[in-house]
């Protein structure tokens, strides 16, 4: 976990020391403004909560806004728009934006986490749990072709379930609200 905190700090020294070179540290008022959207509050990004906490942006001359999208579609439009500065997201919002042929795309420099953060929760106790026990299931997946969408099918063909044939994965309900439509009944499992 330390080497893992250690490597996003210094990411963030880098990408932050590229972004800003040439600007002046000497005082607050000085400061680079920049505005960073995340897709979702995560435990995932605290080594970056904790770099906010302790001052260590605005030692090194960075006025950070921390604000969250509550979704990729949301994070990549604040982006394109001109509201963020950066958009910490998956790289499918950056895929998509690319293939639509849109004239002023993003690029992704930076790795942030090196797994995904997902987890599988079912409605009732299953014990013992094995993959196959989903197959004929209804699972809240988040939305068609998100990032917690396609992770999911993906781990599910590396155990041999087909994700268009062995259950129903409903992807109606964007990641930021499963978990609300799952505590109100819906689906037997829910990626959160």
């Known amino acids: 976990m330390k080497k893992q905190v250690l490597l996003l700090l210094t990411m963030l020294g880098v990408f932050s020391t590229l972004l800003l070179t040439g600007c002046s540290k000497s005082s607050t008022s000085n400061n680079q403004k920049v505005v960073l959207n995340e897709v979702a509050h995560s435990i995932f990004y605290a080594p970056m909560y904790v770099a906010i906490e302790e001052g260590y942006f605005e030692a090194e001359g960075i006025d950070l806004e921390l604000v969250t999208g509550y979704g990729a579609d949301k994070t990549m439009t604040a982006v394109l728009s001109g509201e963020a500065d950066i958009g910490f997201m998956g790289p499918e919002s950056t895929v998509y934006t690319y293939l639509g042929d849109t004239n002023d795309y993003v690029v992704n420099f930076a790795q942030l986490t090196q797994r995904a953060g ?5 409605r009732s106790e299953v014990p013992d749990f094995e993959w196959n026990d989903l197959i004929g299931t209804t699972v809240l997946g988040g939305r068609k072709g998100g990032m917690p969408e ?18 129903t994965i409903d992807q109606s309900i964007d990641f930021g609200s499963t978990a609300a439509a799952f505590a109100n009944g819906q689906g037997d499992y829910t990626v959160v």
Do not use: Q, T
């Open 150 to 167: 396609m992770v999911f099918e993906y781990i599910l063909k590396k155990n041999n379930i087909n994700p268009s044939g062995d259950l």
């Open 118 to 122: 997902n987890f599988l929760v079912a």
